[in-house]
């Protein structure tokens, strides 16, 4: 029986109809694979992974190839974005016994949960050097039977080297300026100068990196720094990965060239990069940098953000193919020369075609490109080129749309928040931090939620407003107490300060070793064969250095000692990674950038309705002092008055205006400058030109 169908993940709902009898990863999966004697066949992957796709058609849709999984072994069905905790566990496993890792990922666990075999993607007959997955079936099956004692033996060496590698934390100290420039020196010598980005193909968007680069140039005044970001952000908007017509980014190119994608948007690469373009955009004031931010943004508005005012996860890499009815990568988004003309008539398809990089033989499969921008300078005729993006936008809505995985996690969510609070305030976009505003909302309303007369957790997901049954993991706390901490300095509305410090205080209670390092799951979380703990990036900050950097900004808010020395003891990891590694702990070096600025502490006071306010809001938010916490509201009452109004921020207790006019006052290592009533006066403190 396959025991999918009242899951809330869409990835598993996929497989529901699958003739396989699937199990949700749950304990009555191993307890009928003892009951059974057999294996566990642990299939992992998620909505929007094309291999993913592939795979279920060719082996799970398969009658035979069900019938001999169903008869040999318990199969266990695992969505890797509801479940990361369960997916870097094996993932560990599977990297350690074959040197790569990937989705779909494929593991064989006793009914203990200790994993024996391995693998990612098997083909239905072998090829390349693989052998097919009934191969792999079959092999395994046979050494259960009649090898149990050696498959016994591999199970528990393997559970044994996964737990015996624990992090030697050590206590290390946060990293000082030595380090930064000794990290700064690492990415140069792997920066790819000709192309952007670092290292070879596949290449992915280097979100944290960029913003420890953009972090170093504003703390040092390092120009090398600044253009790495510049260049790599350039060559990024004007290749394949990025959407010419509807904006957003695919999740890496194929390519060292950005030309061709990987074709599914993720929440998570649009929600950083959004907010690094946004960056960049404050620190040059390039009109490249503003365009693809609010086209960012716009896209996660328009195609990610679902009824409930969450955000989606992902649009599939795969929709259908006009021409052949089958799925196909990349169909929703390729086109030809002739297609073009199809649109536009001859005359705009060929400037099209010139403009976006589209050629007669083709830059991805069957004479179809991928539209890019490959020429430097000004376009042409900017008016017209944007009546055919329009045009073009609105030919593409007519084909089959990829689809799209509805669940809203938290964590993404909480990126998704940040990016869109920022882009709002300096771009003059109130709807998106409206936007902002209720995806906040959806995960209080939602994902906050009390069990057994416990204070309450944070789930990990939810679909059409409905929570989801797992916990939520450390990336979840960090990332959601980040977006909630950029949204109060936003809107000055300090209750998403409070909500911050309570997802804190339980990182600081449920998450934190006794040596200060942080583990990925609760400490009462399920069992797992290893508890999973990685401070290191992957697609997205790791939850060790995003609960950092969210604890960091929350102390320098409210001068707790407790949460800023929680994450002076959590960078020491950045300490010991950063100068070896700095590709794969980019956002740890960025949390530390903030802690050798200080971070800066801005309040700003003054009359609501006051313009002066506003401007030295605006002023402080437009800052680049490396993570600067900003607050702003009324002046306190008075002593005797009305009680201060609820949610007021700790910033401004104290703080008046100056003469009657609204003050901006910058603190940074337990020093005050004086108060500004000036923008000019507060940019200079803040180590950003008046005027720029």
Not at 577 to 591: E, K, N, Q, S
Request: hydrophobic share 45%; charged share 25%.
């Amino acid at each position: 029986m396959n025991r999918l169908a009242g899951v809330t993940s869409p990835y598993l709902l996929q497989h529901a109809d699958n003739p396989v009898d699937w199990w949700p990863w749950e304990p009555g999966a191993f307890e009928e694979a003892k009951r059974r004697d057999v294996p566990v066949l642990l299939s992992v992957g998620y909505s929007a992974c094309h291999w993913c796709h592939v795979m279920a058609h060719e082996s799970f849709e398969d009658g035979d190839t069900a019938a001999y999984m169903n008869e040999h072994f318990v199969n266990v069905k695992v969505d890797r974005e509801e479940r990361p905790d369960v997916d870097a566990v094996y993932m560990e496993a599977v990297q350690a016994a074959t040197g790569q890792g990937g989705w779909p990922m494929t593991v064989f666990l006793t009914p203990d949960a200790e994993p024996f075999y391995f693998g990612t993607y098997f083909p239905p007959e072998p090829r390349h050097g693989m052998p097919s997955f009934t191969q792999v079936l079959e092999g395994v099956s046979t050494a259960w039977a009649g090898r149990r004692e050696e498959v016994a033996e591999v199970a528990q060496r393997i559970t044994r080297d996964l737990a015996g590698r624990q992090l030697d934390y050590g206590r290390a100290a946060a990293p000082g300026p030595e380090e930064a420039a000794q990290a700064l020196l690492a990415l140069t010598r792997e920066y790819d100068e000709a192309r952007g980005g670092f290292g070879g193909a596949p290449k992915f968007p280097p979100s944290m990196v960029l913003e420890f680069l953009l972090r170093h140039h504003a703390r040092t005044g390092a120009e090398g720094a600044l253009q790495m970001a510049a260049d790599t952000c350039e060559a990024m908007a004007r290749g394949g990965i990025y959407d010419q017509l509807g904006g957003g980014f695919a999740r890496y190119s194929v390519d060292r060239e950005w030309v061709v994608p990987h074709f599914e948007k993720m929440l998570y690469d649009n929600a950083l990069l959004c907010r690094v373009y946004a960056h960049l955009w404050r620190a040059t004031g390039s009109d490249l940098a503003r365009r693809v931010a609010l086209e960012t943004a716009d896209f996660m508005v328009r195609e990610l953000r679902t009824p409930e005012g969450g955000f989606a996860s992902a649009l599939d890499a795969d929709s259908e193919d006009p021409e052949t009815g089958k799925p196909a990568e990349g169909a929703y988004y390729a086109w030809t020369p002739a297609q073009l003309e199809e649109v536009l008539g001859a005359e705009d398809g060929a400037l099209a075609a010139a403009c976006f990089g589209v050629t007669q033989e083709g830059t991805f499969e069957h004479g179809a490109s991928v539209l890019r921008l490959p020429q430097d300078g000004p376009v042409v005729d900017a008016g017209r080129i944007a009546g055919i993006r329009q045009r073009l936008l609105a030919a593409r809505a007519a084909r089959p749309a990829p689809g799209r995985d509805d669940k809203v996690v938290a964590a993404w969510n909480g990126l998704a928040v940040a990016a869109l609070a920022e882009c709002g305030a300096y771009f003059d976009r109130p709807d998106l931090i409206e936007r902002a505003t209720e995806a906040a909302d959806l995960l209080v309303r939602v994902h906050f939620r009390a069990e057994d007369g416990r204070a309450p957790r944070l789930a990990r997901t939810s679909k059409d407003g409905q929570v989801g049954a797992n916990a939520g993991v450390l990336e979840d706390y960090g990332d959601v107490a980040e977006g909630f901490l950029a949204l109060a300095a936003v809107t000055g509305e300090g209750v998403w300060l409070e909500f911050a410090g309570f997802l804190l205080d339980l990182v600081l209670d449920r998450f934190t070793a006794e040596d200060g390092s942080l583990f990925d799951t609760a400490h009462d979380a399920e069992r797992l064969i290893r508890r999973p703990q990685d401070p290191t990036d992957t697609a997205a900050p790791s939850g060790w250095t995003a609960a950092a950097g969210a604890l960091l900004s929350y102390a320098a808010h409210t001068g707790s000692e407790a949460h800023r020395t929680a994450a002076e003891r959590a960078l020491g990891v950045v300490r010991a990674l950063g100068p070896r590694a700095p590709r794969f702990i980019g956002h740890g070096l960025a949390v530390a950038e903030a802690l050798l600025d200080g971070p800066r502490e801005v309040a700003v006071v003054g009359r609501a309705d006051d313009p002066a306010r506003a401007e030295l809001h605006r002023t402080a938010l437009l800052a680049t002092a490396p993570g600067a916490v900003v607050a702003v509201g009324e002046p306190a009452p008075e002593e005797g008055g009305p009680g201060a109004a609820e949610g007021e921020f700790p910033l401004l207790a104290g703080r008046t205006p100056v003469e009657g006019r609204a003050a901006a006052y910058v603190c940074r290592h337990f020093v005050c400058a004086r108060p500004a009533a000036d923008p000019a006066e507060l940019a200079a403190q803040l180590g950003r030109p008046a005027g720029s």
